[in-house]
């Protein structure tokens, strides 16, 4: 059975970095699809990153472009998501997600998830 588990959230100010990291239960973790979602306080989930079982290719929301880099370490069965020049508009519970297939930038193409890490940026 597949689990997700993400870590590194917390409290940062304005211009700050955090690097989430999602640990993945996965017989063959190069397979598969991984993305990273967010979700702010009375909105709807949206797509932040997705990289290909490779790395080779990666996929970032505008929002975050230049600032997110997704990354995966098949040999630790992880996904990272490296934030710099965090904003205060970042502040969301953030899912990592794992897919088999459909659109990258669509929650209901993934097929598992994590519980969620929680990032907020201060002003």
């Known amino acids: 059975q597949v689990q997700l588990g993400e870590s590194g959230g917390g409290l940062v100010q304005a211009g700050s970095s955090l690097r989430l990291s999602c640990a993945a239960s996965v017989r063959t973790f190069r397979t598969y699809y991984m993305g990273w979602f967010r979700q702010a306080a009375g909105k709807e989930r949206e797509f932040v990153a997705a990289i290909n079982w490779s790395g080779s290719n990666l996929f970032y929301a505008d929002s975050v472009k230049g600032r997110f880099t997704i990354s995966r370490d098949n040999s630790k069965s992880t996904v990272y998501l490296q934030m710099n020049s965090l904003k205060p508009e970042d502040t969301a519970v953030y899912y990592c997600?794992?897919?088999?297939?459909?659109?990258?930038?669509?929650?209901?193409?993934?097929?598992?998830w994590g519980q969620g890490t929680q990032v907020t940026v201060s002003s």
């Open positions: 997600a794992l897919r088999y297939s459909g659109d990258y930038y669509e929650p209901r193409s993934y097929d598992y």
